[in-house]
């Protein structure tokens, strides 16, 4: 695995340290984009990593394939643009979940990009995506073909670190590019049904904004599947939830699963639909 770094104006094409890949087995990828590392360089273009600095965020995925393995999407970075379509089939707020609760585990605050919304019945995905805004996260929504929304994503983006992530065809590649045009970034532009899952984003990079700011495009991921490190990390995925949260502190059962138990409070907020029915069986599935 090669990688490159920059350093005093110049990229080297790196690879690590032997000693440094012994013991993490459970990661799939040692180092990701935004990593801040010393090198040694061998010669004007190429150089050894000797060591990783610490990362003040993280997010990752659970590896697709048999052995679950962490793989390490981008760190840190400061927002991670959940990126969804606003059709379906890739308006999954399942799936959302699951990317909200992967940014609050590695301390990585989401904001919620729903594009495409030329495609899509607007007033629609707004209720669908109320209970978000009431929660207080974010909410943009955006096309990358029409402009709306850019001018909220660039409030995003300008003099932070962000990462765009989401599903491949989700139009990341191309918000990057109408928030500023010369990056050109590849986008998946030939007839999308029929290229559906073909990846045109292979390799995450750091990209510096004019306006200021980095922006990482991510490459496609078919699925994204919470990865946790320990058992600390369901509090993280129960932050995700404030508004389940909040009302489990009523359950009559301390240790209530919010499933079978008389005197649940979170049922009861469900029947009366304050607690929405979706989030509650994706919380139920996400802690089990
Ligand atoms: N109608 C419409 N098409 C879009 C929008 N954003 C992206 N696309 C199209 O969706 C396809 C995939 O976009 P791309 O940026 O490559 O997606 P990525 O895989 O998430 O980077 C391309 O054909 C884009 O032209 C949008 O807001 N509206
Ligand atoms: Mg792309
Ligand atoms: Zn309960």
Redesign the pocket.
């Known amino acids: 695995m090669q990688y490159h770094v920059y350093a005093d104006h110049n990229y080297y094409v790196a690879v690590v340290r032997g000693r440094l890949k012994k013991g993490k087995a459970t990661t799939t990828n040692l180092i990701a984009v935004g990593d801040n590392v010393w090198i040694t360089p061998t010669s004007p273009t190429q150089a050894v990593i000797e060591r990783i600095e610490e990362r003040h965020s993280k997010l990752s995925r659970r590896s697709p394939g048999r052995t679950p393995r962490e793989q390490i999407i981008a760190v840190n970075v400061d927002y991670g643009v959940i ?1 969804m379509a606003a059709h379906a089939p890739d308006f999954n707020k399942n799936r959302l979940d699951r990317y909200i609760a992967a940014c609050s585990m590695g301390n990585v605050v989401p904001v919620i990009c729903i ?2 919304i ?2 899509a019945d607007e007033s629609f995905v707004r209720t669908e995506m109320a209970v978000y805004e009431r929660l207080g996260y974010g909410v943009i929504y ?4 029409t402009g709306q929304g850019l001018d909220a994503l660039c409030t995003v983006l300008k003099d932070s670190v962000s990462a765009l992530v ?1 599903s ?8 990057i590019n109408a928030v500023q045009s010369d990056l050109g970034l590849k ?3 030939l007839r ?1 049904g029929f290229w559906k899952g073909l990846h ?2 292979t390799t995450a990079e750091l990209l510096t904004l004019d306006m200021g700011g980095m922006v990482v495009d991510t490459p ?1 991921m078919r699925e994204f599947a919470l990865w946790h490190e320990d058992n600390n990390a369901w509090e993280d995925v129960l932050a995700s939830f404030p508004d389940i949260e909040a009302a489990e502190s009523l359950c009559r059962f301390r240790n209530c699963s919010h499933t079978h138990e008389p005197g649940c409070e979170v049922k009861r907020l469900v029947g009366e639909g304050k607690i929405e029915q979706a989030r509650y069986k994706n919380y139920v599935k996400l802690t089990k």
Request: net charge positive; hydrophobic share 20%.
């Open positions: 990126v594009n495409k030329d495609l955006s096309s990358a073909k989401g491949s065809g989700v139009g990341k590649s191309s918000l986008t998946n532009s999308e045109t984003t496609g």
